[in-house]
């Protein structure tokens, strides 16, 4: 199996995302976002290991690129805390940007903004996952990530050094963040152009972690998810009137604030004003529903 794979996690008609590959410098991630998803399939997933022979490999796989978008990464991130000491997402970088393609970084860390520079070689974009604008809250969700106040000053910086970045409003959770305004209206103050937002789906695994972290919202979040729920391959969703309703107000909030707006396999596309994952950005010389689904 190689580094750079067709990009299809979910093989799901419910994913609206363009064709890409997709990378993961790392197996497994140690932010231990409660709601995490990849923890259900990836063994040992809060075990962060680099890949065998990374860098090697991945100059071999680079040299065959045609300008095919990478997205890095979609089942870790590649960012995890031992990436400040190993720097092997940037070594990666550094290979990437002398090859021919696109490049897609999906990330909670602000240690992104390290790599600013061979970003600017490339084709590229960043998506930052900011699910709230509480530190307090985001601690308790996301508990070994860098403070969502960090991230919302990586955007700030990325966006300012000219990388075009997105910003990932995800997972929404009933009683805990779905009302993100001031969010919003903070993203849209740094010029952020783009958001995405999902809402969270139950894997028993993360389900666990969820009734351990925030035991109140759980009993609350049990009638929505197991009684009143629907189940969609693999994970249980909230009924599809909540879903829309909670992503048409964050859809309104980016109307009123000039951002594109999507939703992330919802089946809810008609809320789209742009591609899911903010790759129209890349560039920025294509027209944001250029391969809308």
């Known amino acids: 199996m190689g580094l750079l794979e067709r990009f299809d996690p979910w093989r799901s008609g419910l994913c609206t995302c363009p064709p890409k ?30 890949k065998k022979d990374l860098v090697s490999r991945l100059k071999k796989e680079a040299a065959k690129l045609n300008g095919e978008i990478i997205s890095i ?50 084709p590229s974009m960043v998506a930052l996952t900011i699910t709230t604008d509480r530190d307090e809250l985001a601690k308790v969700l996301e508990p070994n990530a860098p403070p ?18 997105s910003v990932r409003i995800d997972p ?15 993203l849209a103050v740094l010029g952020v152009k783009h958001i995405t937002c999902s809402t969270y789906k139950v894997k028993m695994d993360n389900w666990q972690r969820l009734n351990l972290a925030l035991p109140e919202i759980a009993e609350k979040l049990n009638p929505l998810y197991f009684e009143k729920g629907e189940k969609i391959g693999r ?27 999507a939703t992330c396999r919802e089946g809810l596309k008609g809320l789209n004003t742009a591609t899911c994952d903010g790759s129209w950005l890349i560039g920025e010389t294509h027209s944001p529903l250029q391969k809308l689904k």
Do not use: M, W
């Not at 929404?172 to 209206?185: A, D, K, M, R």
């Open 172 to 186: 929404i959770i009933p009683y805990v963040n779905e009302n993100p305004e001031s969010l919003v209206e903070k």
């Open 21 to 50: 590959l997709t990378f993961n410098p790392y197996t497994g991630c140690d932010h231990a976002c409660v709601y995490c998803y990849a923890s259900s399939y990836i063994p040992k997933f809060f075990s962060c290991r680099p």
């Open 235 to 261: 994970y249980i969703y909230l009924p599809k009137n909540l879903r829309l309703k909670l992503t048409e107000n964050l859809a309104k909030q980016a109307k009123k604030h000039g951002l594109k707006f």
């Open 73 to 122: 990464s979609n089942s870790s991130d590649p960012y995890p805390t031992i990436e400040g000491e190993k720097s092997l997402t940037r070594q990666c970088l550094e290979i990437l940007s002398r090859s021919n393609c696109k490049i897609q970084i999906i990330t909670k860390s602000n240690l992104v903004v390290r790599d600013i520079d061979l970003l600017k070689k490339v």
């Open 148 to 165: 969502s106040s960090e991230r919302l000053k990586a955007v700030e910086r990325l966006i300012k050094a000219g990388i075009p970045t």
